[in-house]
């Protein structure tokens, strides 16, 4: 299949997906990740309807976006306290800060330059070691430790589940849910920097699960922009 019927063929099986869930589909974005493919392919996905790309290397989202700034670019990757400028001068939404130190840098680096950043918390749900992330019970203290950060808005979570088995995928997810329900619960969402609405869980092969879950962004690499991978 090509990028856009594989793009197509997604979004149409997520608004399945989300009827039988008694979700609105339009609740949930496909973030294509094109951290593997150069722009040829990306405008591909946007000429099926793409509006967003999920990038994990500054260099890579800054060429990119400075290529084509209206489309909507993400960074999803390692976050380094050097590149934060370039990241924040490009990038929607950050879905991958867990240092209080990063986020305060988000904070300062977007005030210069005249904007409100996005950003998600990334979580350790699993306890992996291999994973980054927030361990579940640190969150609350971030979000105490932030909230006078006027120049950022924290609109919600995100985790990477194992790879290995499905309880623990279902584990992973259901346990970021209910991390967002407990910290709205305990009021965090007043401040006025902080939504908690989106969910970003789910990638090629558990995304089902993360819907299912109350994922409200799944970042699809390989199942768009690999031509040869199997639904
Ligand atoms: C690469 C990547 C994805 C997409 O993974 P696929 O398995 O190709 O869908 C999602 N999230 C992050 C953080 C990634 O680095």
């Known amino acids: 299949m090509s990028i856009a019927s594989q793009y197509s063929h997604i979004r149409e099986e997520i608004d399945a997906v989300c009827r039988t869930q008694g979700r609105d589909p339009s609740e949930v974005v496909l973030l294509p990740v094109s951290k593997t493919v150069g722009i040829a ?6 000429d099926a309807g793409a509006r967003a790309f999920g990038e994990n290397r500054p260099d890579a989202l800054c060429e990119k976006a400075l290529q084509h700034p209206e489309y909507g670019w993400h960074f999803i990757g390692n976050v380094q306290s050097r590149r ?3 990241i924040v001068a490009h990038a929607d939404l950050i879905h991958s800060l867990y240092e209080l130190k990063h986020v305060l840098k988000v904070n300062e680096v977007a005030k210069e330059l005249g904007k409100v950043q996005h950003i998600l918390l990334e979580v350790n749900v699993s306890g992996e070691e291999s994973k980054s992330g927030l361990a ?8 105490q430790e932030t909230q006078e950060c006027n120049s950022i808005c924290i609109d919600g979570l995100m985790t990477m589940a194992p790879r290995s088995n499905r309880g623990e995928v279902q ?3 259901s346990g970021l849910r209910k991390l967002r329900d ?4 305990q009021g965090f969402t007043q401040a006025p920097n902080c939504t908690l609405n989106e969910l970003s869980m789910g990638m090629s092969e558990d995304w089902r699960a993360a819907i299912a879950h109350g994922a409200t962004i799944v970042r699809i690499g390989r199942a768009i922009f690999d031509t040869s991978f199997v639904q």
């Not at 579940?136 to 979000?143: Q, R, W």
């Open 41 to 46: 392919e990306i405008t591909e996905a946007y």
């Open 84 to 86: 934060i400028r370039d």
């Open 136 to 143: 579940p019970c640190d969150v609350a203290c971030l979000l």
């Open 171 to 173: 584990r992973t997810f």
């Open 182 to 185: 407990d910290l709205v619960a």
